[in-house]
Structures are given as structure tokens and as C-alpha cells.
């Protein structure tokens, strides 16, 4: 079962969800949620977690560790199973001021912005990170796969 829910009062994001598939293996459905906070709601929590005293565009809350690549069981994580039986893997802050900056400095549309965002913040839950250029490489292979599953380029 390779299937992602994505939890977010203000957006549908069921085609990050659709495109995320074969992208992990689990023995349940995943659950991640998206929020939206304001510039200094961003800051505050890029500071506290961080250490990190700016506004940024996106963070992650990995609630598991040490998952990149493994399949989840849900034996394996009775403590991190939604009311709905779900394998929860953590919570995206997006930061939509911030991205509908970043949408114009790059010449792109909002839209792909906010969707690179969100699978940008899902491949970090998932274990994927860039500080070494091997891991920023896989990471970056596998956002383009999905955009791209999704229809959206970076001209969009």
C-alpha cells in the first residue's frame, strides 16, 4: 500500500497524494498535515526549532526517524497510528506569503510554488534531506519526479 493523506483546511492537495505514489512502501496508509502560517508565526518557529531567526518558506516536523527508504509498518509504529489507522509521519508549516514571494522572485506561477513547497516538506517527513550533495541530488530527483507525475514544470 502506497497511499498518502494529506491533511490541510485551506488547500487539496489530492494530486501531491496521487503523484506520491510508488514514491514509498508502507503497510497502511500514510498521513502527513499541512498548515499555513503567517511571515512571523514562520520566524518564530524557524528561531525555536532552528535556531534560525528569519522567515523562511516551508519547515518540517518529521514525526518518525530514520525512515528514508524502509518500508513502515504499522506494527512498527503503534504510538504514531491516527484514529484512522493511518502511520502519521509528521507536519509541513508553509509560509504563504513567503511562497507567493518566491513564486515571483523565480518567475513561476504560485501554484507550483506552493505545490514544490508541500513535496519539498513531504520528502523531508519521509526521511529525505540536502545538507550533503548525494542526499540534496536524491531529494531533488525525487520532488522533479512528482512535479512532474502532477504536470507541473518549473515554467509553470
Do not use: W
Amino acid at each position: 500500500m502506497d497511499k498518502l493523506n494529506i491533511y490541510c483546511d485551506q488547500f487539496d492537495f489530492s494530486a501531491i497524494s496521487r503523484a506520491f505514489e510508488g514514491e514509498f512502501s508502507a503497510d497502511a496508509p500514510l498521513a502527513a498535515e499541512v498548515v499555513f502560517v503567517s511571515a512571523e508565526e514562520i520566524r518564530a518557529l524557524n528561531a525555536h526549532h532552528r535556531g534560525n531567526d528569519s522567515v523562511t518558506d516551508v519547515l518540517s516536523f518529521p514525526a518518525l526517524d530514520d525512515i528514508r527508504g524502509r518500508k513502515l509498518c504499522r506494527a512498527d509504529f503503534p504510538y504514531d497510528l491516527t484514529e484512522n489507522g493511518e502511520i502519521f509521519i509528521g507536519s509541513i508549516a508553509v509560509c504563504e506569503e513567503r511562497a507567493k514571494e518566491q513564486a515571483e522572485e523565480y518567475g513561476h506561477s504560485y501554484r507550483r510554488e506552493l505545490h514544490y513547497l508541500v513535496v519539498h516538506g513531504l520528502c523531508h517527513l519521509l526521511g529525505y534531506d540536502h545538507i550533503l550533495d548525494d542526499d540534496r541530488a536524491e531529494m531533488r530527483a525525487k520532488e522533479e519526479r512528482i512535479l512532474t507525475r502532477m504536470g507541473i514544470t518549473r515554467n509553470d
